[in-house]
């Protein structure tokens, strides 16, 4: 049904709209570009593919027959963790909309319409960032001279070392490895703190504010936390990215 078996020399790449028409045009976009493609029309089938073909990225239309797309992002997030890439496709691009697919867990957003040329950008610099996550592995830049030891869980710098309580480091390691994805208090609580705190989000602000002053010995006054207003938090792009 799907072209599945190619997946290990290239990355898989499932596009989930139930515009045919749309869904052709990002299909031959992406086979251009080299990917392995797989496509449904429905939140369900996505889902049943998700599981079973486990893509490298899921590009999910939010208006979608039945299921959502939001509910499908909502669903592969708590069945299989972060690890998932997910483009959303949306028609609406206020700023509700958005924060209410970044509370799902999407990775990226395209409204439409949108060119082709973005599209190929999006789904290129996602599937890079997925592959620096898997490469650096055990630790993670923070500035030239700083970098976060996932082994010893201790932020190192060339005058020391600086030492974080548990959850302190958790928070920074999952903004650190997505840098310039905005995350929402919501969302930080329910991955770095694995409950679902309804309403109570100032425990992610404290922990942000005691990060950014441990920081501050192995960084100086560089800031790598931004605070996004109305939002939630987002480690910074590396300058020139
Ligand atoms: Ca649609």
Redesign the pocket.
Known sequence: MAPTLQRRDRPLILIV???PQ?RTIIRMNLEDDGYAVAECASGRDALEQVRTLKPDLTIL????PGLSGLEVCRQIRSERGQGDLVLM?TALSKEVDIVLGLEVGADDYLTKPFGSKELRARVRALLRRGQVIESEERRIPLSAQAYVDLDQRVVRYAGGEVAMTGKEFDLLVHLARRPGRVFSRQELLNSVWGMDFVGIDRTVDTHVTRVRKKLRLALGNQEVIDTVHGVGYRFRRASGE
Not at 61 to 64: A, G, I, N
């Open positions: 709209e139930d515009e749309v239309d939010v208006m979608l496709l």
